[in-house]
């Protein structure tokens, strides 16, 4: 039995999705004639208080939206160093929207309003103007880990005060709400965008959703055309979505128990030195000297596969085909593995 830990977008449709996805009634989007991609979108629109939604073929594509909704060439971006945006986007900030960038740390890749405050560029010839914030939640490099409500309205507030958008990266958005027990309007509220992936923990082939006002998602209507991601009877797609948010949410719960049965196993075992706190899906640990391609082949060998997460990190997540019974297996494998 292969365990692959690798990412929670490896996940394969569910029985009853595929079955939802034969079913949806379907019409040409690109029209604005798809009846189950509106009621995903609406929905969640509804769900985070916003007013309208757009659905995109990646999260890589509703953050590049947001991105070029809010900024203008010679404009910046201020995010974490760690950020998806950042570092996983194919360098799509300079070339979707022109614009820069200003990377900022903060502990588990989270940032807080002073850092963004001290951040933002004076009204001067020389520098971009500051514009955007972005955040992500559950943030991906710094181990799952979530930000709350606390945290950022002090963000929201400067950015108000200073005239800059303020955009979520909710890849898995509804990982962090499960372990807060915080409501998505309240996050919504929060944010003038957020994009929010249904391919990751949710479980769905493809799809997410950037949601906003009216106005945004018109704009961001255009620019999905522009970038090629007008799609036509996309109702079989938005169907595992809307199945999705009735069956894959409250199941997430299990993703994080058994992630933190991984932590049990990996922690003081002698092959690693230190694992990040365990949040949500998220599982990274760093090596006791050997070299992670290393300690992929030796894991591998146990057939359990994982990804290199930094110079002597590796990352685990777990996901909707992550069992109990592999649960035990990993933890009996990793206990083989000691000699
Ligand atoms: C996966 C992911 C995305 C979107 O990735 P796609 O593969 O383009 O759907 C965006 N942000 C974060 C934090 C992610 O983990």
Same mark, same amino acid.
Not at 14 to 33: I, R
Not at 37 to 46: F, H, N, S
Not at 79 to 90: A, K, P, Q, T
Not at 286 to 295: K, N, S, T
């Given at each position: 039995m292969i365990i692959d830990l690798r990412s929670d977008t490896l996940t394969q449709p569910?029985?009853?999705?595929?079955?939802?996805?034969?079913?949806?009634?379907?019409?040409?989007?690109?029209?604005?004639?798809d &009846?189950?991609?509106?009621?995903?979108?609406?929905?969640?629109?509804?769900?985070?208080?916003?007013e309208a939604g757009l659905f995109c073929p990646s999260g890589t594509m509703t953050n590049q939206?947001?991105?070029?909704?809010?900024?203008?060439?010679?404009?910046?971006?201020?995010?974490?160093?760690?950020?998806?945006?950042?570092?996983?986007?194919?360098?799509?900030?300079?070339?979707?929207?022109?614009?820069?960038v200003k990377l900022l740390d903060g502990p588990f890749g989270k940032i807080d309003a002073q850092a963004v405050a001290e951040a933002i560029n004076p009204d001067d010839d020389h520098a971009p103007e500051s514009i955007l914030v972005s955040l992500e939640n559950t943030m991906n490099k710094g181990g799952g880990s979530i930000y709350t409500l606390d945290e950022v309205r002090p963000i929201r507030k400067l950015c108000r005060d200073r005239g800059l958008k303020l955009h979520l990266d909710g890849a898995r958005i509804f990982n962090a709400l499960e372990e807060s027990g915080e409501r998505?309007?309240?996050?919504?509220?929060?944010?003038?965008?957020?994009?929010?992936?249904?391919?990751?923990?949710?479980?769905?082939?493809?799809?997410?959703?950037?949601?906003?006002?009216k106005e945004a998602i018109k704009q961001g209507r255009k620019i999905r055309k522009a970038m090629g991601g007008g799609?036509?009877?996309?109702?079989?797609?938005?169907?595992?979505?809307?199945?999705?948010?009735?069956?894959?949410?409250?199941?997430?719960?299990?993703?994080?128990?058994?992630?933190?049965?991984?932590?049990?196993?990996?922690?003081?075992?002698p092959l690693f030195s230190e694992v990040l706190p365990v949040r949500t899906n998220i599982v990274i640990a760093?090596?006791?000297?050997?070299? &992670?391609?290393?300690?992929l082949v030796r894991l591998?060998?146990?057939?359990?596969?994982?990804?290199?997460?930094?110079?002597?990190?590796?990352?685990?997540?777990?996901?909707?085909?992550?069992?109990?019974?592999?649960?035990?297996?990993?933890?009996?494998?990793?206990?083989?593995?000691?000699?």
């Open positions: 569910t029985s009853g999705m595929k079955e939802a996805m034969m079913q949806a009634a379907l019409g040409d989007d690109v029209f604005g004639e &009846p189950t991609v509106k009621r995903l979108e609406d929905r969640l629109a509804q769900l985070f208080g916003k939206i947001a991105i070029r909704i809010h900024t203008r060439p010679q404009t910046e971006v201020i995010c974490h160093r760690d950020s998806h945006i950042y570092l996983y986007e194919g360098g799509g900030i300079m070339a979707n929207s022109h614009a820069s998505p309007d309240a996050w919504g509220e929060q944010f003038d965008t957020v994009s929010v992936c249904l391919s990751k923990g949710l479980g769905c082939p493809i799809g997410s959703v950037l949601v906003g006002s799609m036509r009877q996309a109702g079989m797609l938005a169907a595992a979505g809307l199945y999705a948010l009735d069956h894959h949410i409250s199941r997430l719960a299990d993703d994080h128990r058994r992630a933190q049965g991984l932590l049990m196993a990996l922690e003081d075992h760093r090596l006791r000297g050997m070299q &992670p391609e290393e300690i591998a060998e146990s057939q359990i596969k994982a990804v290199k997460f930094g110079k002597d990190l590796i990352r685990f997540v777990t996901h909707l085909d992550f069992t109990d019974e592999m649960l035990e297996q990993f933890i009996r494998r990793l206990g083989d593995m000691r000699g």
